[in-house]
């Protein structure tokens, strides 16, 4: 086997472990899904050795643990007539980026506060043939404030690393009524419930039940935690940028 083959013997493999991962999970996917994944996860992986786009660790544990995770959603029924989203705070493109190669039908909108991370979603969008992607440089706080991002998506998503009341007010101004939020979270969820439904009330969204999304053969507590945007988000909220995190709502 000379080196060019040896190559694509190396991507078939990849693609067959990317596979045989979102069918042990039990996610849905198109037949051309794993060579995208594939491609998205050598540039991450070659990216992040000078852009710290995501914590290092071992290959299959980054596979799970971003790729894998994000698109357990496809399981739930949580994007079920969903034709819009918006990922808030991006950062590498989880649960965006992923979801976008996995739901060509829909329309994605990647929103980062930094411009490096939405370089990187760039250059994977082209070299995966991403349709239907549009990246965006804002704060969340700000986004929220444009006309053209205000309360305009069916869903709002988030994998951020933050409390749920924060997650709330970053989230819930971008979604149209009748749409929902969804935040990908951990054990920490139960203690951070309450404050989230008092934040979600003042935004004009009410806290659903959580559904589980464990990984098979991983001993993780992930969840996602719906909010049901049920009447406009006042014009108050977002408060200006900072003051989520300083003062979250709910407390």
């Not at 929103?111 to 349709?131: H, I, M, N, P, Y």
């Not at 704060?139 to 053209?148: T, V």
Request: overall charge neutral.
């Amino acid at each position: 086997m000379n080196a060019a083959e040896d190559t694509e013997q190396g991507k078939r493999m990849d693609r067959r472990i990317i596979a045989d991962r979102l069918e042990a999970n039990g996610i849905p996917f198109l037949p051309e899904l794993p060579e995208k994944l594939e491609i998205y996860f050598s540039l991450l992986t070659e990216w992040n050795k000078s852009m710290d786009l995501v914590a290092e660790a071992e290959e299959g544990e980054l596979l799970d643990r971003h790729l894998t995770d994000s698109l357990t959603v496809l399981k739930t029924g949580l994007l079920s007539g969903a034709e819009t989203l918006i990922d808030v705070g991006t950062g590498a493109g989880f649960p965006g980026m992923a979801l976008a190669l996995a739901c060509p039908e829909m329309r994605f909108t990647l929103l980062d506060s930094q411009q490096k991370r939405l370089t990187f979603l760039q250059a994977v969008a082209e070299r995966t043939g991403a349709k239907g992607v549009r990246l965006v440089h804002a704060r969340a706080e700000d986004g929220a404030r444009m006309p053209e991002l205000r309360e305009r998506f069916d869903r709002a998503a988030a994998r951020a690393v933050a409390p749920l009341n924060v997650l709330c007010e970053y989230l819930l101004p971008y979604v149209k009524v009748g749409g929902l939020m969804l935040c990908w979270k951990g054990p920490a969820l139960e203690q951070e419930r309450e404050a989230g439904r008092k934040a979600a009330f003042l935004l004009g969204g009410r806290l659903e039940e959580p559904v589980k999304t464990p990984v098979a053969g991983r001993d993780w507590e992930h969840v996602i935690q719906p909010a049901a945007k049920t009447a406009g988000t006042p014009r108050l909220y977002p408060r200006k940028a900072g003051t989520p995190r300083a003062k979250p709502l709910g407390e």
